[in-house]
């Protein structure tokens, strides 16, 4: 018997008076310190919402979160298995529907989504709470069926007992009485040492559809009468549509449409290579007055003098001026960091049908409240019409979050132009995808820092550049304070380093570039120049990298046990052979702390990573094995920054399209990477981005001791010193 | 003026006063200057690209193949990354751009070229050891008739060209062989 | 109008030849385990078999594959496929997923021609295959482990 679920309620009653005039007033940002700290605020956790139990005794778990290969769709089902006494075995997941009002990110107030490494950390008490009550019900029911007291039943591995009468029943036979009775309004929680699957390593659920080609991915959806569309898009971004000529593409077979919308040209056809082909046969000028001319060369030589300027003051502590008239030994460093693409494998794309008044999406969606109101604003619905069906995402890395909701967008553009008189599957191709901007910001930074006679740091000047990400976006009231974005400096002025004196300033120059969080923020810039400069500081005072940073988190221990795990397991202080060189990096995001030690073989021109030791206190793990994972992948994912990925634009077009200008890492170039974790029985947090940002780091830091010269900018390129 | 032009001028000379038979030296020298223009080609990257020892090169930039791909047992890669895992033994892909023709593959590992002197360059060519064991006309044929050299002239997308047209180089081959073949020190 | 075998079977397709079997597979027969990542032979989440090779669909034309017979990751059966999944499984080599139709169909192929792979062999013959989750490391293993439950 399965239960159904509970109707769907008016949809985000509170905030939703209008349809695009959506604002996250109550929002925390993805980057924000506050997920860390103060814990997720309660959310609902009735079982009907989250658990369905079958007569076959499988215990479906509904996810409300995206999988897109962060292992969510395991973890969430581990927690409400824990406390339920589930058997493992007979527990499956699904994703839940866009009912925001049930299924909202806690972290982020009114809407549903992934990011920020948030998931486990924001629902972990919550479906402890979920699991813990329908295993409460099922007590109950089974209580008053047996007629028998409560007290006197136990639950194990969906088994249900009453060892005085011998009465044993599993889930399935109770689940359909149990589940009609009252939701609890306390529940008791295990305690952390009782803990039987939490902590151990379960099987992922997602991998057996993975590797036998039935898992659906929003690419794999297909609907009656489907067309697909591919847009045009101009090559300079804010460029705009002057004249179009679509009589050729038209004439290509397959193609059935060629529509003109907000971002470009949309050609529909009846298959993919059809919608590409006629693509190709397009003929546009483009209207370039508000476009972006300039080289990416240009903006950084901008960037750079902005950087000698002064800045809105994101932390000013202590007097660095003052400390910086102490030093006896300072750096001067600059850093540049370049655009980067998202480029998960999967492409954007999503399904979307309209009929009826009623709009279904199906998407691999970070967002889908975003995207909901999106849909709805352009298609002249009302949001409680507007059903987002989440798939499998293929990778993302913080692409498929767009505040903007980019795709979905044209998604609904074309739906509407064409009167909704088909199904449409919007698909990007890789070359859009890579041209298609939403990029890691562009950012350049200047530190000068110096130490005193003992080493010690006397004082820290920091200025960033980097456009906002969270400007013009739904989450701008919440990110944004007094000018400054949360996203362009965190890992700075919240560092962990005991740093006295210490100002941090920012620029945010303007561009039409979008741009967008790429997997941990704005830790994936700022978490190298915080551990490459510490890196020169100890060396400039003449102590051991390790020591150096020790002393420097005097009273946190978890954050030296990080460290000192990593290092022991590395075999840190022990000599390596000429032409080698480790180096160490700690980085805290996202409330997770992690420590990576880097071995690379150095040549004149080139380098090889050759093994990573990371050391991660995630609070509890509550799956080990995927939590390596993610360290593992982690490193994968940033080694592409490291060794070449950079998005350019020359006269304002980008010059890269696909995986050969822009290649990922390969198998041949995946150093060894063993990942150590740090028991801990804290509240759990994310593991998803904090893997990334020590890489980097730890890399060049490396470098610098085989070598003796230090790379500071990404990608690392040994010609180039600074 | 470069050598090669004045075995240029030379060998016009010698067809314009219609030599009917010239010397053992004249042969040589119009061979050796057949062999100075198609040195160019030959080490054009539509033609040394694929004469490597073990990866391919690629694009007039001559980046190793990417992916990388490794010459195998036969010269057509190995395992999951055969030539013809993504290159049409017909024709170019118009779609994704790869290349393709009859015997798309590495030259025969004795036929790399790459680090060649013009000179060690122009003896293995004439190798019957090293060459596929042929005479120098049925170079000549070879080079006329086979599709992946051929292919060399009409490769498609944004890769250039040889510096001679194709017929040229048949021709100079021709006269190449006809002298005897002859190669620089 | 073309016939192409696919999985065991022949389908009459009227495609233009010169259209990528990938969109044959995925756009016309709806076969969606194979996937499209960059349509240039860049990447290998479109590889298939072909004639027990891996082949990257998006790179070969529908034509040059009639009558060769074309196995997808739907379809893929034996003794090294069977040993590839469950080694995939057990170590749970998956992240986001998109990519693994492509490695598991490379790795089969490998392991078909080379019953004990080394790790530089395992590299050679999977380079073609890029996963952005980085799951390399756990995609030496498996193969490893295949290789061992083959051997």
């Known amino acids: 018997m399965t239960h159904q679920f509970p109707s769907r309620r008016a949809f985000l009653a509170a905030t939703a008076a209008t349809a695009g005039a959506f604002v996250l007033a109550t929002f925390v940002p ?45 973890g969430i089902p581990t927690v409400v298995a824990e406390e339920l006494d589930a058997d493992w075995a007979d527990v499956r997941f699904e994703f839940s529907s866009n009912d925001t009002a049930h299924y909202n990110n806690l972290f982020f107030g009114p809407a549903m989504g992934t990011g920020g490494s948030t998931s486990i950390n924001e629902s972990f008490d919550q479906m402890r709470k979920a699991g813990a009550a329908a295993r409460a019900m099922l007590v109950a029911a089974t209580a008053s069926e047996w007629k028998v007291p409560a007290g006197e039943i136990t639950v194990a591995s969906g088994v249900v007992a009453h060892p005085g009468s011998g009465h044993k029943a599993r889930f399935g036979e109770l689940a359909a009485a149990a589940m009609q009775l009252p939701v609890p309004t306390e529940v008791t929680l295990k305690p952390v040492s009782s803990f039987k699957l939490i902590g151990t390593r379960l099987p992922r659920l997602d991998s057996v559809g993975k590797t036998t080609g039935r898992a659906q991915f929003a690419l794999d959806i297909r609907r009656p009468g489907m067309l697909t ?25 397959g193609v059935v449409d060629v529509i003109r919308i907000p971002s470009g040209v949309a050609v529909l056809a009846t298959d993919t290579w059809a919608a590409t082909r006629g693509r190709e046969a397009l003929k546009i000028e ?62 954007m794309n999503c399904v979307l049908e309209v009929k009826g008044g009623k709009a279904e999406m199906w998407a691999g969606s970070q967002l889908q409240t975003l995207d909901t109101f999106v849909l709805a604003k352009i298609l002249g619905l009302k949001p409680e019409n507007v059903a987002v069906h989440t798939t499998l995402g293929g990778g993302s890395f913080g692409r498929r979050a767009n505040p903007q909701g980019d795709w979905a967008s044209e998604a609904a553009a074309i739906v509407k132009a064409i009167g909704g008189k088909a199904p449409v599957h919007l698909v990007w191709t890789r070359e859009d995808d890579i041209k298609g901007g939403f990029y890691r910001p562009l950012s350049f930074h200047r530190v000068k820092a110096g130490i005193d006679a003992q080493g010690r740091i006397t004082g820290w000047r920091h200025t960033v550049v980097s456009k906002s ?52 923020v ?81 040549g004149d021109t080139d380098f090889k990573v050759e093994r990573i030791v990371a050391a991660v206190d995630c609070g509890i793990a509550v799956n080990p094995d995927v939590i390596a994972a993610q360290l593992e992948g982690a490193v994968g994912f940033a080694l592409s920054a490291v060794l070449r990925n950079k998005v350019t634009l020359k006269n304002g077009v980008v010059e890269q399209g696909n995986f050969d200008d822009y290649e990922p890492t390969r198998i041949g170039e995946m150093p060894r990477v063993e990942v150590h974790i740090v028991p801990s029985a804290e509240h759990p947090s994310g593991v998803g981005e904090p893997g990334v940002p020590p890489l980097a780091p730890a890399i060049g830091n490396a470098l610098f001791a085989a ?11 040994l010609g180039r010193t600074a | ?32 200057a057949a062999w100075q223009r198609l040195l160019p080609v030959l080490e054009h990257p539509r033609c040394l690209n694929c004469h490597q020892a073990n990866v391919p090169l690629q694009g007039d930039e001559r980046r190793i193949h990417l992916p990388r791909v490794e010459r195998g047992p036969d010269g057509m890669g190995d395992s999951a990354m055969r030539c013809t895992a993504c290159h049409s033994q017909a024709a170019n892909n118009p779609s994704s751009g790869a290349p393709g023709a009859e015997g798309w593959s590495l030259a025969p590992e004795t036929m790399v070229w790459q680090g060649l002197s013009s000179g060690d360059l122009c003896r293995l060519m004439k190798d019957k050891a090293r060459n596929g064991n042929r005479t120098p006309e049925q170079i000549v044929e070879h080079v006329d008739k086979a599709p992946l050299v051929r292919w060399g002239w009409a490769p498609g997308g944004s890769r250039s060209t040889p510096p001679l047209g194709h017929a040229e180089f048949v021709q100079q081959m021709k006269l190449w062989a006809a002298g005897g073949a002859a190669c620089p020190q | 109008m073309l016939t192409l075998n696919v999985n065991g079977t022949d389908h009459q397709l009227d495609v233009d030849p010169e259209m990528p079997l990938l969109w044959a597979i995925r756009d016309r027969l709806d076969l969606t385990g194979t996937k499209f990542g960059c349509g240039r032979a860049l990447c290998g989440a479109c590889t298939v078999h072909i004639d027990g090779d ?98």
């Not at chain 1, 679509?246 to 004439?251: F, T, V």
């Not at chain 2, 470069?2 to 061979?31: C, E, F, K, N, Y």
């Open chain 3, 54 to 151: 891996a082949a990257r669909s998006c790179s070969i034309m529908a034509g040059d594959a009639v009558g060769k017979k074309i196995v997808t990751i739907e379809a893929v059966s034996g003794k090294v496929a069977d040993a590839v999944r469950s080694a995939w499984q057990q170590l749970d080599v998956v992240q986001c997923g998109y990519c693994q139709s492509g490695q598991i169909m490379s790795a089969i192929n490998l392991l078909s021609d080379n019953n004990k792979p080394s790790d530089a062999e395992i590299d050679a013959s999977m380079e073609g295959n890029i996963c952005r989750c980085g799951t390399y490391v756990r995609i030496r293993a498996a193969i490893h482990e295949a290789a061992k439950t083959l051997a």
């Open chain 2, 1 to 32: 003026m470069t050598a090669r032009h004045l075995w240029r001028v030379l060998l016009v000379g010698a067809v314009l006063l219609g030599a009917p038979r010239a010397g053992i030296a004249d042969d040589q020298a119009s061979s050796l």
């Open chain 1, 286 to 347: 483009w209207d370039l007055s508000k476009a972006e001319r300039r080289s990416t060369a240009e903006i950084l030589a901008e960037y750079g003098r902005l950087a000698d300027q002064p800045g809105m003051s994101a932390i000013k502590r202590g007097d660095a001026a003052a400390g910086l008239g102490r030093a006896v030994k300072t750096i001067d460093a600059e850093f540049a960091f370049p655009y980067l693409a998202h480029a998960p494998m999967e492409p």
């Open chain 1, 707 to 717: 070598t003796g010269k230090r790379v500071r900018s990404l990608p690392m390129e």
């Open chain 1, 522 to 602: 704005g830790h994936s810039h700022t978490g190298h120049v915080m551990e490459t400069a510490l890196d020169e500081l100890a060396h400039l005072a003449g102590k051991d990298p390790l020591d150096f940073r020790l002393a420097l988190l005097a009273a946190k221990p978890r954050e030296q046990a990080v460290l000192k795990l990593a290092a022991d397991k590395s075999g840190w202080g022990s000599p390596m052979p000429k032409g080698r060189g480790r180096g160490i990096a700690y980085h805290e995001s996202f409330g997770t702390r992690v420590a990576m030690v880097a071995e690379v073989a150095a």
């Open chain 1, 469 to 520: 990400i969270l400007i013009g976006t739904p989450f701008e009231k919440m990110g944004i304070k007094d000018g400054v974005d949360s996203a362009s400096v965190e890992g700075i002025v919240d560092t962990s380093y005991a740093i006295g004196d210490m100002s941090v300033e920012l620029h945010n120059p303007a561009s039409p570039v979008p741009v967008l969080w790429w997997r941990s």
């Open chain 1, 30 to 74: 993805f980057p924000g310190r506050a997920l860390a700290q103060g814990g997720p605020p309660p959310g609902p956790y009735d079982p009907n919402l989250f658990i369905r139990i079958g007569a076959d005794n499988t215990v479906t778990v509904v996810v409300k979160h995206l999988e897109m290969g962060q292992g969510v769709s395991t």
């Open chain 1, 229 to 253: 569309a591919v847009v045009r898009r101009p090559d300079h971004f804010g460029a705009a549509v002057a004249t179009l000529d679509d009589a050729a593409a038209r004439k290509v077979a």
